[in-house]
């Protein structure tokens, strides 16, 4: 394989972790897809190996935890759809990230939260989230608001747009019904 290819198509090659495919990383790769294999964490020997790399796929693996990925300065893709997640602490930082799948894993509000924790993921556009335990949250579309409200710049939330117009503002404004129901009922 060539290991200066900047697209590394590494999928369903039954990789148990990615010094399997250390040799065929390179600093030039740019899309690296590690989809449907049997990887249960990603090295941070990915971060270092490909500091340009702006997609990743990791679908479809047994992750259940991620490393710090803020040092991948250009990743602006990444799928994590159908893992083993319920937690997306690595990923705050990663400033250019603008699209992120992350369906069918065990994500809860608290996990989804983490997307808006400081610094945050300032550059974020689209995010599916959905097949979740977060999806559980009540009222339906509860969960979603939060992230509207938390992560301001989304415009795309489980492939619905949710731009500056009336769905946005009817999702927000669930959100706010929501918390002055709250504040109503605990002082009564």
Known sequence: MNSSAAVL????KSLATIHAAKLSLSAATTE?????NAMESLDPILVGSCPSLCRLNVAHNRLSRLPELSALRFLVRLDLSHNLLASLAGLAGCLSLEELWV??????????????????????????????????VRPQGLA??????MLPGLDSIDARKCGAGPERRQKLALLSDQVRGRSLSSCC
């Open 144 to 149: 979603a608001a939060l992230l509207l409200h």
């Open 103 to 136: 369906p069918h894993n065990r994500l809860d509000l608290a996990a989804l939260t983490e997307l808006a924790a400081s610094p945050g993921l300032p550059g974020l556009r689209t995010l599916v989230a959905c097949n979740n335990p977060a999806d559980k």
């Open 32 to 36: 690296l897809n590690l989809a449907f």
């Open 9 to 12: 198509d590494l999928s369903n």
